[in-house]
C-alpha cells in the first residue's frame, strides 16, 4: 500500500508538471521558459507530495536550473534571501534563550491568576496571547509555546483540547500577518516589498485586530456548551491551593534578562527605518541587522548555552528549504516567467487595482490553504515584482499578498506551518487526532471571512491614501 501510494503521487507529480510545462508553452512562452515552469512545478509539487523529504526536492530542483543554464550562479546565489534567513535565524535563537529562560511559562501563569477567571476570559486570554506571541516572536515558536500550554491546562481541567487548540492556530495565524516578526512570508514580502516595521504597524496591524475580534465572536458562538464547561471546571480549583501554587511562578533573574532583551530587541527594530534614515544606511538593513546584534548578545549572555541555541532552536531543515525556494522564485522573475504571468494578468483584468487587489489576496488565499503560505507567497513574489515594472502601483497588492497567505491559512490542516506543527504536538502528546472536516468547517468560514473583510479594508486603505 505504501509503494502504490508513493508511486500514484510520483505519477501525479510528473503529470501535473508536465501540464503546466505544456500549457504555459500553448499559452506562448518560449520553450526555455516552458522548461523552467516544468523544474519549478517538479520541486514545488513534489516538495508538497513528499512533505518529508521536501528539501531534496528544492535542492535537485535548484541544480537543474543551474544545468539548463536559467541563471549563473552567482544570480542564483543573489536570489537566495539570505537577508530574510539571517533574520529568521537571529530570532530563532532569541526565542530559543526565552524558552529555556522560562519566560512563556512564567507570562502564561500571571494571565492565569486573573481574578474571577471563568471559561470566557480564559479564551479570550488564550486568543490574545496566541496573536500576539505569533506578532513578536513568530507563528512556529508561538504555537508549540501556546499549545504545550494548552495541553497541560486540557489536562489539569479534564477538558478536550480541540477547541482550544483549533481556535490558538486561528488567532495564531491571524496575529503572524499583524507584525514583520510575525511570519516568514511577512519577513519576505518586507523584504522584497521594501516595508518597515512601521508600515506594518500601520497597514497590517488594524486589519489583523479587526479580523481578530471577528474571529473570536464567531468562536465564542461555536463554543458555548465548551466555554460554560471551562467555566464550571474552573469553580472546582478557584480554592484549591495546590492549583494556585501551581500558577504562581516567580521570575527568576534570567527570566528578567530575558525580557529586556527581547523588549530592546522589540523596540529596535520598531525603529529601524528611523536609524535608516539617520545613519545614510540603505533601506531595511537595520531590520535585518538589530536582531543579528540582539542573537550576538544572547549568546554572549548564555555563552555555555550558545551552541544547544544554534543546532536545536534553530530550524535549519525549514531555513534550508526556504533559502532554495526563494532563489528558485527568482529564477522565475529573472527568466521572464513571472513578467509572462504578470502581464498575462494585467491584460485580463487591466488597470483596476481594487479588482487586482482582490484576485492577488482571495488567489493566494486558496493556495495557501493547500500549499504552505511560505510556497505560495514565494511563487507570486515575482509575479509582483514584474507588475510594479510595468509602472503599476503595488503597494496594496504586497498587503493583499500578505493577508491572503495568513488567513488562508486558516481554511485547511495544512495551510501553515503553525497549523502542522499544532497538530503534530496534539497527536504525539495525547493521541487526539482532529479529522479534515472537524477543521474545514470552521477554518472556511473564518478563513475566507477573514480574506474578504481583509481585502475590503485594504481597497478602502487604498482609496484614503490615494484621496
Not at 36 to 42: G, K, R
Amino acid at each position: 500500500m505504501f509503494k502504490k501510494s508513493i508511486f500514484i503521487k510520483s505519477i501525479a507529480l510528473a503529470a501535473l508538471s508536465l501540464l503546466s510545462s505544456l500549457g504555459c508553452l500553448a499559452w506562448g512562452m518560449t520553450p526555455h521558459q516552458a522548461l523552467i515552469v516544468f523544474i519549478f512545478s517538479m520541486s514545488i509539487l513534489g516538495s508538497l507530495f513528499f512533505w518529508e523529504v521536501k528539501l531534496s526536492f528544492a535542492f535537485i530542483g535548484s541544480g537543474l536550473f543551474l544545468m539548463i543554464r536559467a541563471v549563473s550562479l552567482e544570480e542564483f546565489i543573489r536570489f537566495a534571501s539570505l537577508d530574510v534567513i539571517i533574520f529568521l535565524i537571529a530570532m530563532m535563537i532569541i526565542v530559543g534563550m526565552m524558552k529555556e529562560a522560562g519566560f512563556f511559562a512564567w507570562l502564561i501563569t500571571v494571565l492565569l491568576r486573573v481574578k474571577n477567571l471563568d471559561g470566557k476570559k480564559l479564551f479570550i486570554i488564550i486568543m490574545l496571547l496566541s496573536a500576539i506571541f505569533s506578532a513578536l516572536m513568530g507563528e512556529v515558536a508561538s504555537i508549540i509555546v501556546m499549545v504545550t500550554t494548552l495541553l497541560e491546562i486540557c489536562y489539569l481541567l479534564d477538558i478536550s483540547p480541540i477547541p482550544l487548540v483549533i481556535s490558538s492556530v486561528f488567532a495564531t495565524n491571524i496575529g503572524s500577518a499583524s507584525t514583520v516578526l510575525g511570519n516568514p512570508v511577512g519577513v519576505l514580502i518586507a523584504a522584497r516589498g521594501g516595508l518597515s516595521f512601521e508600515d506594518f504597524i500601520f497597514h497590517a496591524l488594524p486589519i489583523a485586530v479587526v479580523v481578530l475580534l471577528v474571529t473570536v465572536f464567531l468562536l465564542f458562538k461555536w463554543y458555548r456548551a465548551y466555554i460554560q464547561e471551562i467555566s464550571e471546571k474552573l469553580k472546582i480549583y478557584e480554592e484549591d491551593k495546590w492549583f494556585l501554587k501551581l500558577i504562581s511562578l516567580p521570575p527568576d533573574l534570567r527570566t528578567k534578562v530575558s525580557i529586556a532583551i527581547f523588549a530592546g530587541t522589540i523596540v529596535l527594530i520598531s525603529l529601524h527605518h528611523r536609524v535608516e534614515v539617520f545613519l545614510g544606511l540603505e533601506e531595511n538593513t537595520m531590520l535585518m541587522m538589530f536582531p543579528v546584534i540582539a542573537a550576538g548578545l544572547v549568546m554572549l549572555y548564555r555563552h555555555d548555552k550558545a551552541r544547544i541555541y544554534v543546532e536545536r532552536e534553530v530550524e535549519w531543515n525549514s531555513l534550508l528549504f526556504f533559502l532554495f525556494l526563494f532563489a528558485q522564485a527568482g529564477v522565475i522573475q529573472a527568466t521572464g516567467v513571472g513578467g509572462f504571468f504578470a502581464r498575462k494578468i494585467v491584460t485580463m483584468i487591466g488597470d483596476h487595482p481594487s479588482i487586482l487587489s482582490g484576485v492577488v489576496l482571495l488567489t493566494s488565499g486558496f493556495f495557501s490553504s493547500v500549499l504552505d503560505n511560505v510556497v505560495a507567497v514565494a511563487s507570486y513574489v515575482p509575479i509582483i515584482r514584474s507588475i510594479e515594472i510595468m509602472h503599476f502601483d503595488i503597494n496594496a497588492l504586497w498587503w493583499a499578498l500578505l493577508f491572503g497567505a495568513c488567513f488562508g491559512g486558516n481554511i485547511t490542516m495544512i495551510g501553515s506551518t503553525a497549523n502542522i506543527v499544532a497538530l503534530g504536538i496534539l497527536e504525539k502528546k495525547t493521541h487526539v487526532k482532529i479529522t479534515f472536516m472537524e477543521w474545514f468547517r470552521k477554518g472556511l468560514i473564518v478563513g475566507v471571512l477573514g480574506m474578504i473583510l481583509a481585502f475590503l479594508l485594504v481597497v478602502v486603505t487604498s482609496m484614503m491614501n490615494g484621496a
